[in-house]
């Protein structure tokens, strides 16, 4: 037995260790070296604590030591490791970062680790620099410049807030059947079919489908969100013109809500959503009859976030659209299908985000990435 470094536990010290170790909610290396104070304390040989811990005789030594020379706390703790100290100062690593913030060099798309190690050695007192090391100081600093993102940025002038606030107080009304709220958005999709015959599933071998793929044209669907209830429609068409989307309009009007007063209509500022477009399309007697039942709300620029339908459409392509369909009769049974399963299912949108709540802000949650976060989070799938 080791007596050189002699372990006696007060009571206090003793009760507490025990009460640590019959909970078990320790680190790993903290639990052992209580039980190895605990069975010294109790007078246990080091090769019989070496041996029931699973532990090495130096690990022991070391916390015997710790406990008599420094204190318990000491003994519980890991010793400061050696290691090589950060090879970039507090001083360098900010040239780093301001280098990795600033256009890349003529004739470079963008920053790569090798070109930032290479530009800082311009700046700094060292000999070299790994990439590994720049690799770390960016992660550390949450930076990649090697990477992009697109982004349409909203001009947030009187209009926007006039559509906006206009939006976000319909949406705020209680629900009238007699006036109901219809959000209206269109998304293209393409028919894709296989090259080659998919090998189906089989227990403990995953769908597999080749890379080869083959195009058989385009589609377009229309979808129509109620904001208010648990109603959707999808419309599959050939294209997005005129004629198709006020034959969705008047279909709205005649067999979606006839005993509707006025069908209030949000949608975007594409160039056939306009009355015009209707005119162009029936006669001016019926055109004015279908305009007499509709009411247009149009999203600001750059702001599709404050129109339900594109979640609703998201919704659509995560849960039925995010394979391969070749034909447009096919496209057309698996979005039918997918309307009346969501539809039966009572999922709605519920929106999250007000009037007043976009005023609070001071306008600085208007980017379309807080917006959209903050809706989605209520939406019910």
Same mark, same amino acid.
């Given at each position: 037995m080791n007596v050189r470094y002699r372990v006696d536990l007060s009571q206090i010290e003793r009760d507490e260790l025990g009460a640590l170790v019959s909970g078990g909610k320790q680190p790993v290396r903290r639990l052992k070296r209580m039980q190895i104070l605990l069975a010294a304390d109790a007078g246990v040989s080091d090769e019989a604590i070496e041996a029931s811990v699973q532990t090495s005789g130096s690990t022991i030594y070391r916390t015997r030591k710790r406990f008599v020379e420094i204190s318990l706390e000491a003994a519980l703790s890991e010793e400061p490791r050696p290691g090589a100290a950060r090879k970039l100062s507090g001083k360098d690593e900010v040239r780093l970062v301001a280098l990795a913030c600033s256009d890349p060099p003529k004739g470079c798309a963008r920053w790569t680790l090798k070109l930032?190690?290479?530009?800082? !050695?311009?700046?700094? &007192? +060292?000999?070299?620099?790994?990439?590994?090391?720049?690799r770390r100081r960016l992660d550390d600093n949450d930076l990649k410049p090697w990477q992009k993102k697109m982004w349409c940025i909203a001009k947030i002038d009187g209009e926007y807030i006039a559509r906006m606030e206009d939006l !976000?107080? !319909? %949406?705020?009304e209680p629900s009238d059947p007699k006036r109901p709220v219809v959000c209206f958005d269109e998304s293209p999709i393409q028919?894709?079919? &296989?090259?080659?015959?998919?090998?189906?599933? $089989?227990?403990?071998? @995953? %769908? @597999?489908y080749d890379s080869e793929y083959k195009r058989n044209g385009t589609a377009n669907l229309f979808v129509m969100v109620d904001a208010n209830r648990s109603w959707r429609k999808v419309k599959v068409t050939d294209r997005r013109a005129n004629e198709d989307f006020v034959v969705c309009m008047r279909d709205l009007v005649d !067999?979606? %809500?006839?005993?509707?007063?006025?069908? @209030?209509v949000v949608m975007d500022n594409l160039s056939t +959503?306009?009355?015009?477009?209707?005119?162009?399309?029936?006669?001016?007697?019926?055109?004015?009859?279908?305009l007499r039942r509709l009411e247009f709300h149009y999203t600001p620029? +750059?702001?599709?976030?404050?129109?339900?339908?594109?979640?609703e459409i998201g919704v659509m392509r995560r849960q039925c659209l995010d394979r391969r369909i070749d034909n447009r009769d096919l496209l057309k049974s698996e979005v039918d299908a997918w309307e009346r399963r969501r539809t039966e299912s009572g999922a709605q949108i519920r929106w999250m985000f007000s009037t007043d709540q976009?005023? &609070? $802000?001071?306008g600085k949650v208007l980017s379309n990435t807080f917006a959209q976060r903050v809706i989605i989070s209520g939406t019910s799938h």
């Open positions: 930032l190690a290479n530009a800082l !050695l311009e700046v700094v &007192e +060292h000999q070299s620099v790994s990439r590994e090391t720049i !976000l107080d !319909l %949406y705020a028919l894709i079919g &296989e090259v080659r015959v998919p090998i189906v599933q $089989k227990p403990g071998k @995953r %769908y @597999r !067999l979606d %809500y006839p005993g509707a007063n006025r069908v @209030r +959503h306009t009355a015009s477009a209707v005119y162009q399309t029936f006669p001016a007697a019926e055109a004015r009859r279908i620029r +750059h702001a599709s976030w404050l129109n339900m339908a594109e979640i976009a005023r &609070e $802000k001071d």
